[in-house]
């Protein structure tokens, strides 16, 4: 069956037919539908079907637009990573003893969804808490790569980012962390954005059976995923904004222009590689042609800078306060383990291995002295921001890989350039917009020699989303962005 006109359009593009009568919400519902329908048993991106109330969300949706009526996301069809709670579909985050936990309330971002005439088609796969990579689970079994289905799409969203890349809708949405929106992204050749930390309420993204009240999840961000940068601003709209029964912040911050409207205009800090995490040749010689790009397009790039905090030091911080925070939820032996092998380290192993172990065994004592260091790292940044307006750096050092579901990742290993390091020593370069909190976009710059999708991640200032999510969209417009997995282009 040839694929329809509108299976890889933007939310953007498909915004406007809706209002121009070139295409119904149902159609569009009914394409994504019969995609999934057709490819998604070599995939598995979707691990949870809404087509009925999807269908119905569609057929009110094209109600709503005969009477004149049209909000942000009217008729445009929408996946949504499993970890969202969704009345009526199971929430498990790959737990197997929750495969059976089903919520009665939506989470208040897709409630901002619905609200907004979005039209939900299904949810997607995820890896066990949302913690690798890959997105595998025992429960909903391996998602694939529509670029490779012997390799991985990304994690934690790993099934977002398969489902955009595959033509299922045109957004969705995710969650981040470790680089568990921008990594996918970056494996499938789309866009996704992680907000300033914050900026975005998550009530309801919640692990079964919590009850999903509101709480801090230090480091932890939701975010849009999407297949044009435009389309991010569009979502992100819909789902920012403080929590409604958050007393503490009942005010909506209002997020600023963005710094420039054209190329010639920013300024900004190309990085390709970095000792503490290099990237292979693939990965460098894409930022190294984007950089030349920007540079002829009129563009103030710098490949060096005295003011970029140390990114060795705030890696180790960031492995340090990430496992803290991950191992609150450690199963007691776990944790007893792992606390009596951080006791053994000596203080000269500085690794990041060594540093996540540490993380895990850190007191409360040592973690307030840890958020003391990161806020001085947030001064750097703000200091850095008054003489650049983005940072174009690397996501992950390499193309997507062969699944590899060794159960101990801290083994796992991966190849750069030939060389082997450890796969969890991946989190650095994701890291460093997640410690100091900062909005980072991710978009797609082109393709590895073997036909894998790469890309950078744009780094922005503290709550000027904008800045970077614009110059995404100037990349694109001049640059170009996602093109369709061949295997799936029908």
């Known amino acids: 069956m040839a694929r329809s006109q509108w299976s890889f359009k933007t939310a953007v593009e498909l915004s406007e037919a809706l209002r121009n009568k070139q295409v119904s919400a149902v159609e569009l519902a009914e394409d994504a539908i019969g995609r999934i329908e057709r490819h998604d048993g070599k995939v598995n991106a979707i ?3 809404d087509f009925e109330r999807g269908l119905a969300a569609a057929r009110a949706a094209d109600a709503a637009i005969a009477r004149g009526e049209h909000r942000p996301l009217t008729g445009i069809p929408i996946t949504v990573k499993e970890s969202y709670n969704i009345a ?3 929430t498990t985050w790959g737990f197997p003893p929750h495969k059976d936990f089903t919520p009665t309330e939506d ?10 005439g979005g039209v939900i088609i299904g949810k997607t796969n995820v890896p066990v808490g949302l913690a690798d990579w890959q997105s595998y689970n025992e429960i909903y079994g391996t998602t694939n790569n529509p670029y490779d289905l012997g390799r991985t799409p990304g994690g934690s969203s790993g099934g977002s980012s398969a489902a955009l890349a595959a033509g299922y809708g045109a957004l969705s949405l995710g969650s981040d962390i470790g680089g568990s929106l921008r990594v996918p992204a970056f494996h499938c050749g789309v866009y996704a954005h992680k907000p300033t930390f914050g900026l975005v309420a998550s009530r309801g993204h919640t692990a079964p059976p919590a009850v999903p009240i509101i709480y801090e999840r230090d480091l932890a961000v939701i975010g849009p995923m999407a297949r044009g940068a435009a389309d991010l ?3 992100l709209d819909v789902m920012a904004g403080p929590d409604p029964l958050d007393m503490g912040k009942a005010f909506k911050l209002e997020l600023p222009a963005p710094r420039h409207a054209s190329l010639k205009d920013f300024r900004i800090l190309v990085i390709d590689t970095d000792p503490v995490l290099p990237t292979d040749k693939a990965v460098r010689g894409t930022i190294d042609k984007l950089a030349s790009h920007l540079d002829k397009a009129g563009a103030k790039i710098s490949r060096t800078s005295p003011l970029l905090p140390d990114f060795a030091a705030s890696s180790r911080l960031y492995m340090r306060m990430l496992l803290s925070f991950l191992a609150a939820t450690f199963p007691p032996d776990v944790y007893a383990g792992a606390c009596a092998a951080a006791a053994l380290l000596p203080a000269t192993d500085t690794s990041l291995q060594a540093e996540r172990l540490r993380g895990i065994a850190l007191s409360h004592r040592d973690w307030v002295q840890a958020t003391f260091a990161r806020s001085r790292l947030r001064a750097q940044w703000r200091e850095f921001f008054n003489s650049f307006d983005a940072v174009i750096c690397p996501l992950m050092p390499t193309p997507a890989y062969p699944h590899d579901h060794a159960p101990d990742q801290e083994q796992r290993r991966i190849l750069i350039d030939g060389e082997p390091h450890i ?9 460093i917009a997640t410690l100091p909190g900062l909005p980072a ?4 710059t082109g393709f590895a020699p073997d036909g894998l999708p790469v890309g950078v991640q744009i780094v922005g200032p503290w709550l000027e989303d904008r800045t970077p999510l614009k110059l995404a969209e100037l990349i694109e417009r001049e640059f170009g962005g996602f093109v369709p997995p061949k295997m799936f282009d029908d």
Do not use: E, H, M, N
């Open 47 to 49: 691990c949870a079907r």
């Open 88 to 90: 009526g579909l199971p």
């Open 107 to 116: 989470s208040l971002p897709v409630t901002r969804v619905k609200d907004a």
């Open 233 to 235: 601003s569009l979502l």
């Open 423 to 431: 796969y969890t020593d991946q989190l650095a370069w994701p890291g």
């Open 441 to 444: 976009t991710a978009i797609p």
